[in-house]
């Protein structure tokens, strides 16, 4: 999990250090374009076993909830702080709470409850609305959130239907297919620099997406949800080393609330340990 903080915060520098040169719906169709390139050993596979009854559908509207929360993500990543996006992320699980009582009928019991207002409470301090100018960054990564909870409540149904692979293969595919004619519609020259940088990105991506499933399959989440915290150390540290970005504390104080309550309600609500736990090594 440690690992996969590393990387994900080397896919936020980089975005950030790209800047705003190309517009976030090309620089977001390049990205997922080299994701598609390194899941090829997967897609003749999955062209020849087809895909169960009600995945494709699945599928589709997870690629275009996907399309949105990256557009969103890239806008933001170029415009606001690393630790302020980072902070803001953090947000991805309250939203699950939500809408797994919303939409899939479980239970908002009185412990969710004060969980989700005590990170709305830390986003308030991140945000801090009237102390600094609330930004379309700032927005446009609440809205990344949001439709990167939708993508994963998606992601969940179809994991119940096809292997792990398949859902990557997948969501690559139909996210490129859906920025393409956005990246069109604003295409511009790309350089040598932003190309590699743009394939980088991929490959830190998917190398952190890999880690974090790795650390699910061997370790609680209990164990995993608050080492997460130290992604917004480590972006903080980014982007005052290398962007000189200044050390926001209500950042680190907001991030720490919003982490701190799901790691409470993770670790409170966690059920009981498996009897016989297999190795995955």
Not at 101 to 122: K, M, N, P
Not at 168 to 186: E, M, Q, R, Y
Request: charged content about 10%; proline content about 6%; some cysteine.
């Amino acid at each position: 999990m440690l690992a996969s903080g590393l990387a994900f915060v080397g896919v936020n520098s980089i975005v950030r250090a790209l800047g705003t040169d190309i517009p976030a719906a090309q620089s977001a169709f390049i990205r997922f374009a080299f994701g598609v390139v390194f899941l090829l050993p997967v897609l003749p596979g999955l062209w020849r076993n087809g895909l169960p009854k009600g995945a494709l559908p699945l599928s589709l509207w997870r690629g275009g909830v996907h399309v949105a929360a990256v557009l969103f993500w890239f806008y933001a990543m170029a415009r606001i702080p690393m630790a302020q996006v980072t902070a803001i992320g953090y947000l991805n699980p309250v939203i699950l709470l939500i809408a797994g009582a919303l939409l899939l009928g479980e239970r908002l019991s009185r412990r969710r409850i004060i969980a989700v207002a005590l990170a709305l409470c830390g986003t308030l301090v991140v945000l801090r609305p009237g102390a600094q100018a609330v930004t379309a960054g700032h927005l446009s990564q609440i809205g990344a959130a949001i439709c990167f909870a939708g993508s994963y409540l998606f992601a969940k149904r179809l994991s119940a239907l096809v292997p792990a692979s398949t859902v990557v293969a997948l969501l690559s595919l139909t996210v490129t297919i859906g920025l393409l004619p956005l990246a069109l519609w604003v295409w511009v020259p790309v350089s040598t620099l932003h190309l590699a940088g743009l394939a980088v990105v991929a490959l830190l991506a998917t190398a952190g997406h890999y880690l974090m499933t790795r650390a699910f399959r061997v370790a609680p989440m209990t164990v995993t949800q608050p080492v997460t915290f130290l992604n917004l150390v480590w972006a903080a540290l980014a982007g005052s080393l290398i962007f000189a970005e200044p050390v926001d504390l209500w950042v680190l104080l907001g991030g720490g609330l919003i982490i701190g309550a799901i790691s409470w309600v993770t670790w409170a609500e966690r059920g009981p340990a498996p009897a016989n736990p297999q190795s995955d090594s």
